[in-house]
């Protein structure tokens, strides 16, 4: 599996962004595919995700209510639209996806066994 992330950059303090990734490679029926994040000096943690079986989407507890996952059939992309951006948003933003992921495991970096490139959202104050 191939995943292309795009979108980043940086951004005011209260503004928005919104990220891209592709998946090409394989079609997924199972697991889930969405978006991890790892600040400096920090371990990754889990923002969003849609698991397959079902369109559920899950969010972290730091970025509920401020960002939105959806995915886009036609374009085989999941997208996130941030809002309400904070500095403690700044991170390198991971687009992840795993065949094997279950509910119990879906913010466990290491249920993931594809990963994106990265890329740097940077918020200023």
């Known amino acids: 599996v191939q995943l292309q992330a795009s979108g980043g950059g940086l951004v005011q303090a209260g503004g928005s962004m919104r990220l891209s990734c592709a998946a090409s490679?394989?079609?997924?029926?199972?697991?889930?595919m969405g978006w991890f994040r790892q600040a400096p000096g920090k371990e990754r943690e889990f923002v969003a995700a849609?698991?397959?079986?079902?369109?559920?989407?899950y969010y972290g507890d730091s970025v509920k209510g401020r960002f939105t996952l959806s995915r886009n059939n036609a374009k085989n992309t999941v997208d996130l639209q941030m809002s309400s951006l904070r500095p403690d948003d700044t991170a390198v933003y991971y687009c992840?996806?795993?065949?094997?992921?279950?509910?119990?495991?879906?913010?466990?970096?290491?249920?993931?066994?594809?990963w994106g490139q990265g890329t740097q959202v940077t918020v200023s104050s």
């Open positions: 992840v996806v795993g065949e094997r992921v279950i509910l119990s495991s879906l913010r466990n970096p290491s249920a993931y066994n594809d």
């Open positions: 490679g394989r079609t997924f029926s199972s697991g889930a």
């Open positions: 849609i698991r397959w079986s079902g369109n559920y989407i």
